[in-house]
């Protein structure tokens, strides 16, 4: 009978463990999807800037824009250009064209130029560091965007704003969402580019996030985002090689992964809504809304709004030639899902919030 005893008790015991790891991982799935819900739903107002300085005329303005290749920085170039053709400013573009000796080289074209302020878009501001404090001594004011993982000013860099939504909520709600869409036991594979620090402290993010949920990082892959179209079509092969079933997700820190991730899976005979599953933690590119509503090979994008973010960089340019302080405003994120893609722009391939944004720049601009 002891035995016997014995033997139940810790049948019981097993039975109790079991069930409050089934209560905890419910709680844990609960919390992810309440974070991402949060950031999933449509974005109709305005709680950006309502004053500031009135444009500035005749300015000229050159625009470093990392690579155009990469949707991000090209949406918000697009927003830069129609925001400044508003406000009319001359704009110029200069494209880096994904390469470190490319960005330099636009940097030397910029400050050679001795334009009237200077727009960081998608120029990791420490490997630039030495054009950005020609900028600071030629009295040029550098605005950016995606220059660093920190929101508004950089001081340390010269930076009067850095325009960017959250970095560290974008990839955490990449992650919560591949864990409940993993029923709690993700596998997944993270892809990001050390190149820029920003991309790294996103990527860094995930994997806490994952890791502390009891979600497994299968493998942390550093490869450059300008070289995506040559790598990842062998990379994933290898990667599907190595990992197969295990790998349910992939977490990467912009939309151009995925971009030439798909060919490789179907290759493999796998498709378009199954494993593994693309999740981006940024930008919200024209090919990533086009991929998710097709339902192939990406499921989500965490999109900023890259048109207004564009219009903030004009904003926040006319108050540093203005000597005000920078506006303070963080733009939205959103999650987006084969569920919610229709709204909040998703007609045209984009997150553009109906907020009225246009209409709240233009009123501080021209006072009307």
């Not at 200069?94 to 050679?112: C, K, N, P, V, W």
Request: glycine share 10%; proline share 5%.
């Amino acid at each position: 009978m002891k035995y016997s005893l014995l033997k139940t008790t810790a049948l019981s015991s097993a039975l109790i463990c079991t069930a409050l790891s089934g209560s905890v991982q419910a709680d844990s799935m609960s919390e992810a999807m309440e974070f991402v819900n949060k950031y999933a739903v449509k974005v109709d107002t305005w709680d950006g800037p309502t004053s500031g300085p009135a444009a500035l005329p005749d300015k000229t303005i050159v625009v470093l824009a990392g690579d155009l290749k990469n949707g991000g920085i090209l949406g918000a170039t697009t927003g830069m250009e129609e925001a400044a053709e508003h406000i009319g400013w001359t704009v110029r573009v200069l494209d880096g064209a994904g390469t470190i000796s490319g960005r330099t080289s636009a940097m030397g074209q910029a400050l050679a130029l001795k334009p009237d302020g200077i727009i960081l878009n998608g120029f990791d501001s420490k490997e630039q560091a030495q054009g950005m404090q020609a900028a600071a001594e030629a009295g040029i004011p550098l605005v950016s965007w995606h220059a660093g993982a920190a929101i508004g000013p950089m001081d340390d860099v010269g930076i009067f704003a850095n325009v960017t939504t959250d970095p560290m909520q974008v990839s955490e709600a990449a992650a919560k969402w591949a864990f409940a869409d993993a029923d709690g036991k993700p596998g997944v594979i993270i892809f990001t580019d050390s190149t820029y620090q920003i991309a790294i402290d996103k990527a860094d993010k995930m994997k806490a996030v994952i890791e502390e949920l009891g979600g497994t990082v299968l493998e942390y892959v550093d490869t450059p985002i300008a070289e995506t179209s040559q790598r990842m079509p062998q990379l994933t092969t290898s990667l599907l090689q190595r990992y197969g079933a295990k790998w349910t997700h992939s977490l990467a820190i912009n939309d151009l992964y995925f971009d030439f991730m798909g060919p490789s899976l179907a290759a493999a005979g796998l498709k378009g809504d199954g494993a593994p599953v693309n999740v981006s933690a940024g930008d919200g590119s024209e090919s990533s809304y086009q991929r998710i509503r097709s339902k192939q090979y990406q499921q989500v994008t965490v999109a900023e709004p890259l048109t207004l973010q564009g219009w903030q960089l004009v904003d926040e340019m006319n108050r540093a030639l203005a000597g005000e302080p920078w506006s303070g405003y963080v733009s939205p994120l959103h999650v987006v899902t084969t569920e919610n893609i229709e709204f909040d722009g998703g007609p045209e391939n984009r997150f553009d919030p109906d907020n009225g944004y246009k209409a709240a720049y233009l009123k501080i601009w021209t006072g009307e």
